[in-house]
């Protein structure tokens, strides 16, 4: 099996942290490692997570994009995979990623992302998270939708090899938001991007706070002005971080 590094970037996440943590210590096959990288969290997080035996590195810098980079620099395996401390992943993941990366074309993917919470799925916001994998790319860079684009966001569980990530120099660490999305753009020069026929749950918890119409609403609203090149700075006040 090849080895796949998991990272995941953290702050305040004390409430997911731990099943998120107990799923991937029953993965089957295991992954190499697991790597939570902290953003300075003032709960529990950093407890939990070394109480569950994995490693845990401390970034001085806050950002998804900054802490996800000094994982890849701190992981060995020959595969990354990103994860979100509040996302779900089926117990044969590592098969599931060796299985894509199988295909020389085809330079990293991710999953289908199933959005859940405690008493309700948000079946209808997770068909447009699958559509817009495909409908995103196609609209604002059809040259590259054609070359393999597929527009992937951090609750899909991205994955790819280790050297295919620093030759497109990792996550850009200016942006606060759509960084999963700008390194795709990067990614595919290497080869394809897949969407995985596979499910990751994810928390709904944005949705939960914001209801459905305006959670839609801010999605659509910060996608296309992305889309459109309008400052990622600006794009982050609309997209308020949820605990």
């Known amino acids: 099996m090849i080895r796949i590094s998991i990272i995941i970037p953290t702050l305040n996440e004390a409430s997911c942290i731990g099943r998120t943590l107990r799923q991937l210590s029953i993965l089957d096959p295991p992954a190499w490692e697991v790597l939570v990288v902290d953003g300075g969290s003032e709960d529990g997080t950093v407890a939990i997570a070394q109480a569950a035996g994995v490693q845990v590195l401390f970034c001085t810098e806050r950002g998804r994009a900054i802490q996800m ?111 999963e999305a700008d390194f795709c753009l990067k990614l595919v020069r290497q080869g394809r991007i897949r969407q995985v026929n596979r499910i990751v749950q994810s928390s709904d918890r944005r949705v939960a706070r914001w209801g459905f119409w305006q959670a839609t609403a801010i999605y659509l609203y910060v996608g296309f002005l992305w889309g459109f090149g309008i400052s990622p700075t600006y794009l982050k006040r609309l997209y308020r971080d949820i605990r």
């Open 69 to 179: 980079n000094q994982g890849a620099k701190a992981a060995s395996g020959e595969v990354l995979c990103f994860i979100h401390a509040d996302t779900w992943v089926p117990d044969d993941l590592v098969e599931i990623i060796e299985r894509t990366l199988a295909d020389p074309e085809v330079a990293g993917g991710g999953f289908v992302s199933l959005m859940a919470g405690s008493s309700k799925t948000r079946w209808w916001m997770s068909l447009h998270n699958f559509l817009k994998t495909y409908y995103a790319p196609l609209l604002f860079r059809p040259h590259l939708f054609f070359q393999g684009l597929r527009l992937l966001f951090g609750d899909q569980a991205i994955f790819c090899r280790r050297t295919d990530f620093w030759q497109c120099g990792g996550f850009d660490r200016t942006l606060a938001i759509m960084e």
